[in-house]
C-alpha cells in the first residue's frame, strides 16, 4: 500500500467517524477565533442597553424588552452572567458560542448538499467572515437569531431532499425531523427577535417554488401551512404583548437609519458577503491594510457561487432553497429602504450563512479539476487568505475607547468643570467606565449644549468637549465647538476615534495631541 492509499484510507476513516466528532471539531475551531479578545474592546452603545436591561430584576426586564421593542429572550439568558463580572466578557460569550454553532450549522447544510468537502469549505468562509465574527463578540442577540434560522434552514433542506415524505404525514419518521426543526427553529427565531418575519416569508417562497418544481406534491404546500400554524401559536402570546407594551411603533424605532444611497449599499453587501470590516458606529468600511488581498477574495468568493449556482442547476429544489434563503432578505430590506431605511448589516446578517454555504459548494466543484496535491495547496492558500484578512478585524478599533476616555476624564476634571458632549448617549457609555467616586464629579454638569458651555466659560469654568460616538451616527470634527467657545488649551486622543478637548478661560493657549 502507498502513501497515497495511506492518505485515502485516513480520510474515509474520518470522514466515517461518529456523526458528533465532526461538528464538535468545527464548533471548537469556530469558537477559538471567537474568544480571541473577546472582552478587550469596550462596550459601545448598544451593548451599555444590553447590560442595563439584563441587571434588572425578571419583571422589569420584561417589561423594559417589550417596551422597547425588544423580545426578552436574550436579556434573560445573559441576566444570570452579570454577577459573573467582567461583562466584557460574559455578556458576549453566549454571542460567540450562538456563533461558533452558526459555522456549525453552515458545516451541517452544505456538507449535506455537497459532500465533506463543500462543508469544510462553507465552514471555513463563515468561520473567518469578519463580520461573523464581529457579531460574535457583541452582547447582542444577532447571532443566536441566526443560529436558530439555521436550525430552520436546516430542516427545509431536509424536508426539500425528500419531497415526497415531506407532503406525506409530517410527524412520519422521514419527515419528522425536517418539519421539527423548521417549526422550533422558526419559532424560537421569532421569539429572539422580529428579525425573523422576513426568514419566515422566505421559507413560504420556498415551500412555494419546492411546489411548483415537484408537481403532484401539494401536500407539502398543505403542510407548510400547519407548520405555520403551529409557529403562529408559539410566537403570538409574545408579539400580543410587545404590541401592548411597545412605547413606539416599528418604524419609528428605525428613525435614526440615514436614507439609503450606494455607499450604504456597499456598506452593508461588501461586509456580510464580501469579507470587509464594518465599522460598528458609523456607516463605512473600515480601511484595511491589504486592499488587494480582499478583493482577491471578492472574486473567488464571486465565482465560487456562480459555479455552485451551475451545478446546482441539476438540482433545482436545492437552488431554490439556497437561492431564496440567499437573496429574499436583501433584495426585501433594500426595496423597504427606498420608502424608510432599514437595510443594515446585522438585519441581513444570516443571509451570510446561505452565501457562505453556497461558496462552500462551489469551492469544492472547483477543486474537482485538480489533482489531490493541488486540491490540499489550494486549500491551504485559501485558510492563509481568509485568516490574513480576519486578522484586520482583530486590528481594528471597530468601537470607540469610552473606557479610555473615561478614565482620562476621571484624572483630569475638576469638582466644577462642565462636560459637554457631543453624542447625548456617551454619558450612558461613561457612567459604564467612569470610576464610582468619580461619576457624580465628572457627569455633574454633563447635559447641556455648546451655549450652556459658552455660559460656563463666561463665568471662569473649565468645559470639557467630547466629540466621539455611542451609537451609530456620523463623526464630526471637534473644531465645530471653537467657534462657539474659542481656542482649544488641549486636546487630547482616547484610542482613534474620541477626542476630548479643554476650553480654560483663564489659561494660555497650549495645544498638544495626546
Not at 466584557?88 to 465533506?116: N, T
Not at 457631543?422 to 457624580?440: N, T, V
Not at 467630547?466 to 462657539?484: H, I, P
Request: proline fraction near 6%; aromatic fraction near 10%; hydrophobic fraction near 55%.
Amino acid at each position: 500500500m502507498n502513501q497515497l492509499d495511506n492518505l485515502r484510507l485516513r480520510l474515509s476513516r474520518l470522514t466515517n467517524a461518529p456523526d458528533l466528532a465532526w461538528p464538535g471539531a468545527v464548533f471548537v475551531l469556530a469558537l477559538l477565533p471567537r474568544l480571541i479578545g473577546l472582552g478587550a474592546r469596550p462596550f459601545w452603545l448598544d451593548e451599555v442597553f444590553t447590560l442595563q436591561r439584563a441587571s434588572l430584576s425578571t419583571p422589569a426586564l420584561v417589561q423594559d424588552s417589550f417596551a422597547n421593542h425588544h423580545m426578552p429572550s436574550f436579556f434573560l439568558l445573559l441576566r444570570p452572567l452579570v454577577a459573573l463580572g467582567h461583562p466584557e466578557f460574559w455578556l458576549r460569550l453566549p454571542s460567540a458560542i450562538f456563533g461558533a454553532l452558526a459555522v456549525v450549522l453552515v458545516f451541517l447544510i452544505a456538507r449535506r448538499i455537497g459532500g465533506w468537502v463543500a462543508g469544510g469549505l462553507a465552514a471555513l468562509v463563515m468561520g473567518l467572515s469578519p463580520i461573523a465574527l464581529a457579531f460574535s463578540q457583541e452582547a447582542r442577540s444577532y447571532t443566536m437569531e441566526m443560529s436558530l434560522i439555521l436550525v430552520a434552514l436546516y430542516g427545509v433542506v431536509r424536508l426539500a431532499q425528500d419531497l415526497p415524505a415531506a407532503a406525506g404525514r409530517m410527524l412520519a419518521p422521514p419527515a419528522r425531523a425536517g418539519w421539527l426543526a423548521y417549526i422550533l427553529g422558526t419559532a424560537l427565531a421569532l421569539d429572539v427577535l422580529g428579525d425573523g418575519v422576513p426568514w419566515l416569508i422566505a421559507a413560504n417562497l420556498i415551500a412555494v417554488a419546492l411546489t411548483v418544481l415537484a408537481s403532484g406534491q401539494r401536500g407539502f404546500l398543505i403542510n407548510m401551512l400547519k407548520a405555520d400554524l403551529a409557529i403562529v401559536l408559539l410566537t403570538a402570546p409574545f408579539y400580543l404583548m410587545l404590541e401592548l407594551h411597545q412605547q413606539k411603533g416599528f418604524v419609528q424605532t428605525l428613525a435614526w437609519i440615514p436614507p439609503l444611497d450606494v455607499t450604504r449599499l456597499w456598506y452593508s453587501f461588501g461586509s456580510v458577503y464580501f469579507m470587509r470590516v464594518a465599522d460598528s458606529v458609523t456607516f463605512r468600511l473600515m480601511d484595511l491594510p491589504s486592499p488587494v488581498l480582499v478583493w482577491v477574495i471578492d472574486v473567488a468568493l464571486a465565482t465560487a457561487v456562480g459555479v455552485a449556482a451551475w451545478r446546482l442547476r441539476r438540482r433545482p429544489a436545492m437552488l431554490a432553497v439556497l437561492g431564496i434563503s440567499l437573496v429574499f432578505l436583501p433584495l426585501l430590506l433594500t426595496a423597504i429602504s427606498l420608502w424608510q431605511p432599514v437595510l443594515l448589516p446585522r438585519y441581513i446578517l444570516w443571509s451570510s450563512a446561505p452565501f457562505a454555504i453556497l461558496a462552500g459548494i462551489g469551492a469544492s466543484a472547483l477543486l474537482e479539476a485538480f489533482s489531490p496535491r493541488m486540491r490540499a495547496v489550494a486549500v491551504v492558500t485559501a485558510v492563509g487568505l481568509l485568516a490574513v484578512n480576519a486578522a484586520s478585524y482583530y486590528q481594528a478599533e471597530t468601537k470607540p475607547r469610552w473606557d479610555l476616555a473615561a478614565q482620562m476624564l476621571a484624572q483630569e476634571m475638576a469638582p466644577g468643570d462642565v462636560l459637554y458632549l457631543h453624542d447625548f448617549y456617551a454619558g450612558k457609555e461613561l457612567q459604564i467606565y467612569l470610576p464610582a467616586d468619580k461619576q457624580a464629579m465628572v457627569l455633574n454638569d454633563s447635559q447641556g449644549d455648546l451655549n450652556h458651555a459658552a455660559q460656563a466659560m463666561s463665568q471662569g469654568k473649565r468645559v470639557w468637549a467630547v466629540y466621539g460616538l455611542a451609537g451609530q451616527g456620523r463623526e464630526q470634527d471637534y473644531r465645530e465647538s471653537e467657534a462657539v467657545l474659542g481656542t482649544p488649551v488641549q486636546v487630547q486622543n482616547a484610542g482613534e476615534r474620541i477626542v476630548i478637548v479643554l476650553y480654560d478661560p483663564s489659561a494660555a493657549f497650549i495645544k498638544s495631541g495626546w
